[in-house]
C-alpha cells in the first residue's frame, strides 16, 4: 500500500505510514468502502469503525450469514499468511474460525487455527490478547476442540483442550475458560459419555469456576448475539 503524501510502500491494512507518518483512511470492515481518517461511522453502510473487529463474523453467523462472515475474513487471513504477519494473523483467524464453525466447516478450522497456534508458540505469543476480548492461543484451541469434536478425533480435542486451559488459567481469560470448559464438554457428548464433560465429571477440569459461573458467562454470550439480532 502506497502512501498518498511520501510515496512510501506500507503494508496492506497500516493505519499510519511507516515513513511520513500520515494517517491512512479506515476501510470498513463489513463493506470495504475506504472512510477518511477519524471517521466514527461508515458513510457507506453505516457500519461502527471503533467496534472491535471480532465482532463482525459474530454478527453474520447470529443472523444465519456465517458464509457472508467467510467472505470478509479469509482473503484477509491469506494476505495476512503470506506476509507471516502474526499481529494480524492472529485475531482475523479467531473471527474466521468462528464463522467456520456456524458454517459447519470443521475441517477448515483444522486447516487454519493449528498453524496460527504453531506460530504463536514459535514467536512465544500464546499468552497474548492481540486486542480482542479473550487470550488468542486458548481461543483457537476451543475452536479446535469442538471441530475435532465434529470431525471424531477426540484424542487431539482432549490434547487442544489441555493447551488451551494451560494459558487460559495463567493470563485468567475468564472469557476463553467457559468457552473451552462448554465445548470439552461437548466432546465428551460426541464421545457419548454426556456425564463426563458436567461439572464434576470426570472430564471437568475447571473446578475453581463454579456451574453457575459458567451458565452465567454463556447466558452473557447468547444475550450478545440476541441483541445483535434485534438490532
Do not use: W
Not at 471424531?152 to 488451551?164: L, P, S
Amino acid at each position: 500500500m502506497k502512501c498518498p503524501k511520501c510515496q512510501s510502500e506500507n503494508r496492506e491494512g497500516a493505519r499510519f505510514c511507516n515513513e511520513c507518518g500520515h494517517e491512512f483512511g479506515l476501510t470498513c470492515p463489513k463493506c470495504g468502502t475506504s472512510n477518511r481518517a477519524g471517521s466514527k461511522f461508515c458513510d457507506e453502510c453505516g457500519h461502527d469503525l471503533k467496534e472491535p473487529k471480532e465482532t463482525i463474523p459474530l454478527d453474520y453467523s447470529a443472523k444465519g450469514e456465517p458464509l457472508s462472515g467467510i467472505k470478509y475474513t479469509e482473503g484477509p487471513f491469506q494476505e495476512a499468511e503470506k506476509l507471516r504477519d502474526i499481529e494480524l494473523m492472529a485475531p482475523i483467524a479467531c473471527e474466521l474460525c468462528t464463522s467456520y464453525q456456524y458454517a459447519g466447516k470443521f475441517s477448515r478450522t483444522i486447516d487454519v487455527a493449528p498453524k496460527v497456534l504453531a506460530l504463536l508458540e514459535k514467536t512465544q505469543r500464546e499468552r497474548d490478547f492481540f486486542g480482542i476480548r479473550y487470550n488468542v492461543y486458548s481461543g483457537l484451541c476451543a475452536h479446535c476442540v469442538f471441530a475435532c469434536g465434529m470431525l471424531g478425533n477426540f484424542e487431539q480435542g482432549k490434547a487442544f483442550f489441555e493447551k488451551g486451559l494451560h494459558f487460559a488459567h495463567e493470563v485468567h481469560s475468564i472469557y476463553a475458560l467457559c468457552v473451552l470448559e462448554t465445548l470439552y464438554g461437548q466432546l465428551f457428548n460426541f464421545m457419548g459419555d454426556g456425564t463426563a464433560g458436567k461439572p464434576g465429571g470426570k472430564g471437568n477440569k475447571l473446578q475453581p469456576l463454579a456451574s453457575g459461573e459458567i451458565c452465567r458467562l454463556g447466558s452473557i454470550q447468547l444475550n450478545s448475539i440476541s441483541e445483535r439480532r434485534g438490532k
